[in-house]
Nanobody
Framework: QVHLVESGGGLVQAGGSTRLSCAAS????????MRWYRQVPGKERELVAS???????TYADSVKGRFTISRVNARNTVYLQMNSLKSEDTAVYYC?????????WGRGTQVSVSS
């Protein structure tokens, strides 16, 4: 059974930084792409960043240059370093992966940016 558990986040001042972590179990972590999504009430879940098994990354335009996704396969963990945070980054952040076409999600972690 695949489990994704996010940690980190919380309340951060605008302009500040925080790092999210997602620990994965139940999958062969190193071969799967990992993603971070975010969602605010009333809006669709938005893809923020992704990292492939070979380490290549993609980012939403809204976070390019401010967020960095990384992975440590030995720890089965993916990270999202978030810098220069803005109020519009306030959201619940979800870790995601997929296996044989099935998407798996963590429960999410709240990031609130105060202006």
């Amino acid at each position: 059974q695949v489990h994704l558990v996010e940690s980190g986040g919380g309340l951060v001042q605008a302009g500040g930084s925080t790092r999210l972590s997602c620990a994965a179990s139940g999958i062969n972590f190193k071969i799967h792409p990992m993603r971070w999504y975010r969602q605010v009430p009333g809006k669709e879940r938005e893809l923020v960043a992704s990292i492939s098994s070979d380490g290549s990354t993609t980012y939403a335009d809204s976070v390019k240059g401010r967020f960095t996704i990384s992975r440590v396969n030995a720890r089965n963990t993916v990270y999202l370093q978030m810098n220069s945070l803005k109020s519009e980054d306030t959201a619940v952040y979800y870790c995601n992966t997929q296996r044989t076409g099935v998407m798996f999600w963590g429960r999410g972690t709240q990031v609130s940016v105060s202006s």
